[in-house]
């Protein structure tokens, strides 16, 4: 299994980021995708997660100006941020657990806020 997230880039806050999370296998053999992000001097921490039905989690930092979603179909997962603070400026990671114990991670995709 392979996770391979993109997207990330140098936003100005305020400004808008969709990531992306593609799998390699079908997603929907996951019981849970989601992203956590990792700043400089910091542990890595939850962002968001979706539920193989749908159902999703955030954490309090997260509510309300980020989306999690997801499209079988193109076996890929999103994080949509919106109005964007410096505080957001980390290195996103997307996470997948599937039914029998495995956790699998991509490789990061760094996000920069600045003006």
């Known amino acids: 299994v392979q996770l391979q997230a993109s997207g990330g880039g140098l936003v100005q806050p305020g400004g808008s980021l969709t990531l992306s999370c593609a799998a390699s296998?079908?997603?929907?053999?996951?019981?849970?995708m989601g992203w956590y992000r990792q700043a400089p001097g910091n542990k890595r921490e939850f962002v968001a997660t979706?539920?193989?039905?749908?159902?999703?989690n955030y954490a309090t930092s997260a509510k309300g100006r980020f989306t999690i979603s997801k499209d079988s179909a193109k076996n890929t997962m999103y994080l949509k941020i919106n109005s964007l603070k410096p505080e957001d400026a980390a290195v996103y990671y997307c996470?997948?657990?599937?039914?029998?114990?495995?956790?699998?991670w991509g490789q990061g995709t760094q996000v920069t806020v600045s003006s």
């Open positions: 996470n997948a657990a599937d039914g029998v114990g495995s956790n699998y």
């Open positions: 979706i539920a193989r039905s749908g159902a999703t």
């Open positions: 296998v079908n997603i929907f053999s996951f019981n849970y």
